[in-house]
């Protein structure tokens, strides 16, 4: 089995790259699974949604090339984990981009004149790492977390048939990072397990 891990920040020594790489560690734990990186700042993905990514969404054109690379790249892969820090409760622009770009219609889902809408990625199970500066009060004082569960899992994933397998948020206040690196592992680990699992 092999999983697609996303990551979106800037800084190669961030702790949302270390948590990406303590999850491909622990997918590893079975050396027959494997993982990809896909790291987004360090590629130079364009997150913009041009005139051609409207065109492409109206079926009047042919997705672009960065955009039918990443297609395949989800294609090939048997999950899809994306590990993200917090920015304004919400995923940062450049993976949120990604997703506008990648995710579109024809590929993720056909939305035709009808409005009758086909889900195409009932076949993915996703993994969602975010990691937050707040403590989980705030985010359950505010409602911040549920409003990305809606956001996120709900009105990005669900829309297209992608079942979300974790949701996982990581927080500096409530555990240290070594903690948060273990928790990491262990989705890692699990993330084949959970699949086998739901399909037996």
Partial sequence: M?????VAHPEPGSLTHN????????????PADSFEIADLAAEGFD???????LAVH????????DVIAEQARIDRADALVLVYPVYWWSMPGLLKGWIDRVFSNGW???EGADLKLVKKLQRLPVHLVAIGGADMRTYARHGYFGAMK?????GIFDYCGARVVTSELLLEQREGEDQRLQTARTIGCNLFRKKMSQAA
């Avoid at 092999?2 to 996303?6: G, N, P, R």
């Avoid at 009047?60 to 090339?65: H, R």
């Avoid at 809606?150 to 709900?154: A, P, V």
């Fill in 2 to 6: 092999h999983a697609l891990i996303v």
């Fill in 19 to 30: 948590v990406a790489a303590h999850i491909g560690h622990g997918i590893t734990c079975d």
């Fill in 47 to 53: 997150p913009r949604f041009t005139a051609v990514d």
């Fill in 58 to 65: 109206r079926r009047e054109m042919a997705a672009s090339a």
């Fill in 108 to 110: 993720a889902y056909d």
């Fill in 150 to 154: 809606t956001q996120i899992d709900h």
